[in-house]
């Protein structure tokens, strides 16, 4: 039914937008952890509530007070907030799912065929990588579908720019600024989008000389208002708005420095790319290797938003973060490997409805082999993450708590006590989490907090500690763990 509707040259694109969103609904409900398992979904949890911005980047001013207005939505309606998390998942995969249609009709207007436009759309909507990230709350996701639309933005004002001639009409100048409005709000969700610009700017050379002042101006005004307007409110009312930024300035300096650059961390890279769509990331890296391909062709519009799309991918190999996640590579996944990839398979497939079909199971197929080795790989941690709110609650309200992945999990619940228990004093629980805030003397540390008389928790469940960093902290409050006794200090409580 699908090949015979996309022979159909009066192809109905809303039908096909619906058949593509709905794979990735689906994708996401099949592959989505039912539980915050990413550690930066426990802070913009407890960034909803508080509307504080800040702490990573430029603070992701948009996606923090858009998740800010949607919980207070959600407590007008006497919500708790132990169930802000869901409703705030849910309504960031609705916003990550529009990435996949959006990225079928990318493809159409920078020229690629109906089938190979559909293919690109699929391998988006069922992407592994995808699917287990929108279902987080986590900018990536969001972030990646208004970057997507900023290009197709970009190429639609270009396209009309020429239809409008002698000038680019009003029209192809209101699609100029849309793309730069959108470019600004991706910002605003995640700064690293700021590399979408760069799509936006080799779009430029493809309109009419006259007009591409014009229509650079409105992109690029449109943009710096959009990002610099938030950011500017929230410094004023912010005061330690500036602090926090230089903060997260520092945690990247830690990590460049304890980048590492080995096979290792090259196989680690390969595998997230793979687990983008292992099929069309495969035929991805045939297209690329293609001179001939038309993502190579410069003055083209696959080439202004696939080649900028691949740089973002690259870079992220410099990134530490990639050691533990594909999330990083998903704004450039759908120009970089997507659509490439889906142009090497219609190539492949030809007109043959039956190469179509199968062609469409093997991008589907990942998903579903894939889900249930995730799920049985996942469900140790989300296991430990479910259970920290039960061994929380039966120790003393002043301890200082040593985990691992859960460890996010501890700010996220004195939220929640302060919430919906205004009228108690919220605990006092004091995380020593791995990363950044670990302390460089870790004894010194812990035996501070029992000279005060602080209760120490210490977390040795190996379900905990995810990570070879994590894994490293994990020996090292093992080893303080079981060192004798210097003196009378209180007592550890140990979870195992």
């Avoid at 930024?245 to 590492?260: C, E, P, V």
């Avoid at 228990?421 to 791995?434: E, N």
Wanted: hydrophobic share 55%; charged share 15%; glycine share 8%.
């Amino acid at each position: 039914m699908v090949a015979k509707l996309l022979d159909c040259p009066a192809v109905r694109t809303r039908r096909i937008d619906i058949y593509i969103y709905c794979s990735a609904v689906a994708a996401i409900g099949i592959l989505g952890p039912p539980v915050p398992l990413y550690w930066d979904s426990f802070g913009y949890v407890v960034q909803a509530m508080t509307g504080q911005v800040g702490g990573l980047g430029l603070g992701r001013p948009l996606f923090v007070l858009v998740s800010h207005a949607l919980a207070m939505l959600w407590f007008a309606f006497r919500g708790s907030a132990a169930h802000l998390e869901p409703v705030l998942r849910m309504w960031w995969a609705i916003v990550t799912c529009l990435a996949a249609p959006l990225t079928w009709r990318l493809a159409r207007r920078a020229g690629l065929t109906y089938r190979a436009s559909a293919l690109a759309g699929l391998a988006v909507a069922v992407s592994p990588a995808m699917a287990h990230v929108g279902g987080s709350v986590l900018t990536d996701g969001p972030a990646t579908a208004m970057c997507v639309l900023a290009s197709l933005l970009g190429v639609q004002a270009i396209l009309d720019s020429w239809e409008a001639m002698p000038s680019p009409g009003r029209r192809a100048i209101g699609l100029a600024i849309g793309a730069g409005v959108v470019v600004g709000v991706a910002i605003g969700l995640r700064e690293q989008s700021i590399l979408g610009a760069a799509g936006l700017a080799l779009l430029l050379p493809i309109a009419r000389r006259e007009d591409r002042r014009l229509l650079a101006a409105a992109m690029a005004v449109a943009c710096v208002l959009v990002v610099a307007v938030p950011m500017l409110v929230i410094w004023l009312i912010e005061p330690g708005y500036a602090a926090t930024i230089r903060t997260w300035l520092l945690g990247m300096a830690h990590d460049r420095a304890a980048m590492t650059f080995g096979w290792r961390d090259a196989g680690l890279f390969a595998l997230w790319v793979l687990s983008l769509g292992p099929v069309v990331a495969i035929a991805a890296a045939i297209a690329w290797c293609r001179p001939t391909s038309p993502m190579w062709r410069a003055g083209g519009a696959l080439f202004a938003i696939s080649v900028p799309a691949l740089a973002q991918l690259a870079l992220t190999v410099a990134f530490r973060g990639i050691s533990y996640s594909p999330r990083f590579m998903l704004p450039a996944f759908p120009c970089a490997v997507a659509i490439p990839g889906a142009w090497a398979i219609d190539r492949w497939v030809g007109r043959s409805r039956r190469h179509f079909v199968a062609a469409c199971l093997l991008i589907v197929l990942p998903l579903v082999i894939g889900a249930p080795v995730v799920r049985e790989r996942s469900a140790p941690v989300i296991a430990a993450i479910r259970t920290l709110p039960e061994l929380l609650a039966v120790v003393p309200p002043t301890s200082v708590v040593v985990t691992g992945q859960p460890c996010p999990e501890i700010a996220l619940e004195q939220a929640i006590a302060a919430h919906d228990q205004p009228g108690r004093p919220a605990p006092d629980w004091q995380p020593v989490c791995p990363g950044w805030a670990w302390p460089s003397d870790l004894t010194a540390r812990l035996d501070g907090a029992r000279l005060a008389n602080r209760t120490v928790v210490l977390d040795l469940r190996p379900t905990s500690w995810i990570g070879s960093e994590q894994q490293a902290a994990l020996r090292q409050i093992m080893q303080y763990a079981f060192a004798p006794p210097t003196d009378a200090r209180p007592p550890l409580i140990l979870w195992r």
